[in-house]
């Protein structure tokens, strides 16, 4: 009844704020055109100081510390599969990456790139602290000072590949969520709306905060603002190195370019990123950077800076002997690609790691990550007082909150549950009903329980069937996401399904 009269909920569509609406109007009316087609990607600024000037110039709320993180010599194995012993491998270990080094630095959008199944996945997995099994060898620092995943987590942040949001809830309230729960204590209700406000302007999410984000594939958000909400939510908890495990796959061209916008406006807030990105266009490629090139069995191929029309990568391949000519026009992300592949490997005869490892490049990359790995005179390490950024009652609060606003715009499942609760009850109550003065103890009582356990459990499952959809997207566990992530420590790494 109260569902029905007092309407709580919308159709779940992207819902456009009266203000902007008006502003839009105001702006068609005056002949301006919005320019939401824009699809540019803005130009690239790698030296600290233009990082500091758009730091200013965007004028971030909350001020954060930008933090570089190197690691040296990563060797990640892991117990072997049996489907691979059978085939007749006797080794223990399956090693997955073989000694990678390089550094990724404030304010430089890095893109981590190789075939399928190169190992870029697993090396940010390992640097993200997400490896919960395995044998991790090798030295990572942050800022110069060891890595402890305690403090990392909380100034680092992954955007994962899947794009898991709760349905329910609109944009504005997903990144309330979780800025509230991630960002430290000391930062008060009123400053949290205004950084969120900063974020979402940030990453062009503001027309849409009061859509709800809806099913992937169904209603809601498309995938490309998905994509935006999941580096919208990270963002948020104000992190200084971010991963992104790659944020344009499953996107168009158009969508692609908006999306490596808004990573690109991230980065120039001095902010570190790391991109795992696929088959990119010549223009998102050439927004990036620096480029960490793998070739399958995890090894490096080439780390460094992509150069003006990836001029320093063409002129670093095209030096290697046999190598061809990059055709004009040509996308050198595909060129580079298809120069070192396993096959030309074998029809040059060469191995383009070694190659690497005996370049200038190598050296010089040494030599910064020696440098990197050297805390600054006068820094000092990470350092948290409390384990977690809210108290333990304010993350309850939070869930509370948001499961609230998730429950109250799901009639269906919250009517189908109580319908069932009532059921449940009325069930127990007749079995229940007068039995004290009926039965004998100890007679009859067992085996009223018995069916009241087998009835319970029926009924149970089949109250659960029908809500399961919404919390099961496409095979991910809500519950793993959502849930779990703020009861247990929020920024805890939870592992995948
Ligand atoms: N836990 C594991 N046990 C065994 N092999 C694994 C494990 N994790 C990853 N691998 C293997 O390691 C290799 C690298 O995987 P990874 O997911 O990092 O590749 P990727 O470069 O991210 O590929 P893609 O571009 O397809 O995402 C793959 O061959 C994968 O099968
Ligand atoms: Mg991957």
Redesign the pocket.
């Known amino acids: 009844m109260a569902l029905a009269y007092l309407k709580p909920f919308e159709k779940i569509q992207a819902v456009i704020s009266e203000e902007l609406e008006e502003k839009e109007q105001a702006e068609s009316s005056s002949g301006e055109v919005q320019d939401d087609t824009k699809t540019s990607i803005s130009s690239k600024s790698s030296s600290m100081d233009e990082v500091t000037t758009g730091n200013k110039k965007k004028g971030m709320v909350l001020p954060f510390e930008p933090h570089s993180i190197t690691f040296d010599d990563i060797i990640y194995s ?1 117990d072997m ?1 049996q489907e691979i012993k059978e085939q007749g491998v006797n080794e223990d270990k ?1 090693v ?1 990456l073989k000694g990678v080094s390089g550094s990724f630095r404030p304010g430089v959008l890095t893109a981590l790139m ?10 940010m ?1 390992v640097l993200a602290g997400r490896k919960t ?2 044998y991790i060898e090798g030295n990572i620092t942050v800022s110069g000072f060891p890595k402890k995943q305690e403090t990392f987590a909380r100034v680092s942040g992954y955007c994962e ?1 899947n794009d898991i949001h709760s349905p329910h809830v609109t944009v504005c309230e997903s990144l309330l969520y979780s800025a509230w729960l991630r960002l430290p204590e000391k930062v008060n209700a009123e400053t949290r709306k205004m950084f969120i406000d900063e974020v979402m302007d940030l990453v062009e999410l503001n027309p849409l905060r009061q859509a709800q984000v809806g099913l992937p594939g169904v209603n809601g958000l498309s995938t490309e603002q998905r994509k935006r909400l999941t580096i919208a939510v990270e963002l948020v908890a104000n992190p200084s190195i971010i991963f992104m ?2 944020p344009t796959s499953g996107l168009d061209a158009r969508a692609a370019a908006i999306v490596m916008r808004t990573v690109r406006n991230t980065v120039d807030t001095g902010r570190t990123v790391v991109c ?1 990105i ?1 088959q990119p266009s010549i223009d998102i490629f050439e927004a990036f950077d620096e480029l960490f090139l ?1 070739k ?1 069995g ?1 090894q490096e191929i080439y780390v460094g800076p992509l150069g003006y029309h990836s001029k320093h990568l063409i002129d670093y391949f095209e030096g290697i002997q046999g190598v061809s000519k990059i055709k004009d026009g040509y996308n050198p992300a595909t060129w580079m690609l298809e120069v070192s592949t396993t096959a030309q490997e074998l029809a040059l005869g060469v191995d383009f790691a070694d190659i690497y490892k005996k370049s200038e490049l190598y050296k010089r990359n040494k030599t910064l990550i020696k440098d990197l790995s050297k805390p600054a005179p006068g820094s000092k390490e990470l350092y948290f007082p409390t384990q977690f950024s809210q108290p333990f009652l304010t993350q309850c609060a939070a869930c509370l909150w948001k499961q609230r606003w998730s429950y109250w715009r799901n009639p269906a499942y919250t009517a189908v549950r109580l319908l069932f609760t009532t059921v449940i009850a009325l069930m127990f109550g007749t079995l229940f009903w007068d039995l004290g003065t009926k039965t004998k103890k100890g007679k009859i009582w067992p085996m009223q329980w018995v069916q009241c356990m087998l009835l319970f459990f029926s009924l149970a499952s089949k109250m659960l069937h029908p809500c399961s959809p919404w919390w099961l997207l496409k095979g991910q566990s809500f519950i793993e996401k959502k849930l779990l992530e703020c009861i247990l420590p929020c920024h805890m790494q939870l592992p995948r399904s």
């Open positions: 892991v599969p399956l997955l190789g075939v399928s199944g190169a190992g870029k996945t697993t090396l997995d099994s395995g590949q495990d790659e795992t696929h793998m399958r995890g």
